[in-house]
Every structure is written in structure tokens, then in C-alpha cells.
């Protein structure tokens, strides 16, 4: 297969093949530096990357696979990293895993995903118009570059930690309300989303803290503080996470006490409706019967016997108050 031609620009890169095929590489190139973004790679950009780069091919089939776990391999001249990072999906109600895939080298930086993650694509677009951006981003090497790119993916998870928030509090409301109707499924929605979410973030925990000793040789800064206060915001949200499945647990549990309880209040009302009514019933059926009975012939029987029933139904509704059953 040909190396695909490319012609590049300063803010960019616009790719031909000579073919009807197009790869979808762009790039940005400034201060000795050139990153490279792909969006949705498919076989023919990893094709690309095996002839213009030496990465190894188990590296590149990870760029297209689903299901890699986050993790960074060390290479004499280059890192292979793999990141998730989460991503809402309306529809659905849960938050999904997105990779990030990221080869970083000596003056060169090359990201790979699906282009649903905004500020990667945002910032991508950024320092191909801004050049002040530009300039500060890549000032500093491929590390810094890497660093900026992961902190505001990292910053990216706040907001849907805190919609994970106001949705629990909503069910919170719900389930102190008069209508709990609906209540089960919301919080079983909470408890998929937060399980998710924990999915993602468990793993990044570990690659995040390893950075700084292995892409110290890719930046001229220090980058010591810089990775300990990623992290410290990477253990946050984690600790978040961890208590919003504390509370969503014992929600659950609420929820479970409150309709239980409300069931037993139920079932007591309607029991001491069928127990007073139960002797009504045999006083009505006595009377139904077809024999003498007593007052039968009077035409007061009807006003008798509905007399009893109120002394019937008074005397029991007396007897379960003094025994504090209702």
C-alpha cells in the first residue's frame, strides 16, 4: 500500500490518497511540535500511522478496539496510552465509557477517538485558529500537550457528576412526596449511571497517577504538581462517586421502608373495614333468611336492625381504638 499524500498547513492538514478513499487525519504543527487528530479511526488511518510511525501493530489494533482497558505502554521512543473517559447518553439514561487513545513522542502527539468527547474536539479546533493558544500549549513539549489535553477531559466528568447530583435530589423529593409512582425505576436509573461512572474512573486512577515518571522526557516543565493535581481531582470525583452510591443505597432502602409502610397502612384499613363489616354481614344474612326470626312481622324491623349495625360497628370501632389497632 502507498503512503497517502499529505499536504499540511499550519492550522491544519488536509489528506489525500489520490484515490476515492480519505483518511480523516488533521493536524496542528507549532514550536517543533505537530499534533495529530483523528476522529472515528478505522482500518486505513492505523494503515497510515504503521507507515509514517513506528508503533507497534498490537498498539494500533487497540485503536480500534471497544473494550481496552485504560493503561500505558512504554516504548523506547514513544508511550502508547488508552484512556476512557465518560460520556451521557441521553437516550439511554447512562453514562458510557469513550476512548481516548494517544501515541506521544519526541515532538509529535497523536490522538485517537470517536469525536464525542467536546473538549478534546474543542481544543483540537482551538489551536488550529488561536495562535495564542497555540503557542501556549505547545510551548512546553508533547507532555505539557498531553497534560492540558487529559485536565480538561478530567474537568469534563464535573458536570455530569453534578447532573448525577440534581437527579438525585429530584428522587430524593419524589420519594417524601405523595406520589412515589415511578420512584423504583429513577433510582435503579441512578444506581446503572453511578455504577458506570465508577467503571470508568476506577481504572484511569492508576494510569493518571503513573504519568508524570514516564512523559517527563517528553516535556521541559516539571510536571509533578501539574499530574498531582489531576489526580487529586481524578480521587475526588471517585469519592463523590463512592458517596452518591452510599446515598443511592440508602434511598433504595427508604423507598422500601416508606412502601412498605404504606402497604401495612392499607391492608390495616381495609382489614378493620372487612372485620366490621363481617358481623353486619351476618346480621343481614340472618335476617335474609326465610324463617320466623324475631321482629320480622314489625314494621320497625328494617330501623332495628340497621340500629344494631351502628352499635355494632360503634362497639368494634371502640374496641380497636382502646386497643390502639387503629
Not at 405523595?178 to 492508576?206: K, Y
Not at 481524578?234 to 463523590?240: E, I, Q, Y
Not at 432502602?253 to 392499607?266: F, K, P, Y
Amino acid at each position: 500500500m502507498a503512503v497517502p499524500r499529505i499536504r499540511k498547513k499550519k492550522a491544519g492538514a488536509e489528506v489525500e490518497t489520490g484515490a476515492e478513499m480519505k483518511l480523516h487525519v488533521e493536524s496542528v504543527t507549532a514550536e517543533e511540535l505537530t499534533w495529530v487528530n483523528i476522529e472515528e479511526p478505522t482500518r486505513l488511518e492505523t494503515d497510515y500511522l504503521a507507515q509514517s510511525y513506528p508503533f507497534h501493530p498490537l498498539d494500533l489494533d487497540d485503536c480500534l478496539s471497544r473494550i481496552q482497558r485504560p493503561k500505558i505502554d512504554v516504548y523506547d521512543d514513544y508511550l502508547f496510552l488508552v484512556f476512557h473517559f465518560p460520556v451521557f447518553n441521553p437516550e439511554a439514561r447512562v453514562t458510557t465509557p469513550s476512548q481516548v487513545s494517544v501515541f506521544i513522542g519526541q515532538g509529535y502527539l497523536i490522538t485517537l477517538h470517536k469525536g464525542d468527547l467536546k473538549p478534546l474536539v474543542k481544543l483540537f479546533n482551538q489551536c488550529q485558529t488561536d495562535e495564542e493558544i497555540r503557542q501556549e500549549h505547545f510551548g512546553q513539549g508533547s507532555g505539557y500537550l498531553l497534560y492540558r489535553i487529559i485536565d480538561r477531559l478530567v474537568d469534563y466528568c464535573i458536570p455530569i457528576l453534578n447532573k448525577i447530583g440534581v437527579n438525585i435530589e429530584e428522587v430524593e423529593d419524589n420519594i417524601f412526596s405523595e406520589s412515589m409512582r415511578g420512584t423504583v425505576r429513577e433510582i435503579s436509573t441512578l444506581r446503572r449511571d453511578v455504577i458506570s461512572f465508577r467503571r470508568i474512573i476506577w481504572p484511569m486512577r492508576a494510569v493518571i497517577g503513573s504519568m508524570e515518571s514516564k512523559i517527563r522526557r517528553f516535556t521541559k516543565m516539571d510536571m509533578e504538581v501539574y499530574i498531582g493535581d489531576m489526580t487529586d481531582h481524578v480521587d475526588k470525583l471517585w469519592d463523590a462517586l463512592d458517596e452518591y452510591k452510599e446515598i443511592i443505597e440508602g434511598l433504595s432502602d427508604t423507598h422500601d421502608s416508606l412502601a412498605t409502610n404504606r402497604t401495612n397502612e392499607v391492608v390495616r384499613v381495609l382489614t378493620t373495614i372487612a372485620t366490621i363489616l363481617l358481623p353486619l354481614t351476618v346480621v343481614a344474612s340472618l335476617y335474609g333468611m326465610n324463617i320466623p326470626l324475631p321482629f320480622q312481622s314489625s314494621p320497625f324491623s328494617f330501623v332495628l336492625v340497621f340500629v344494631v349495625w351502628i352499635v355494632i360497628a360503634c362497639g368494634m370501632l371502640y374496641f380497636f381504638r382502646r386497643k390502639r389497632w387503629i
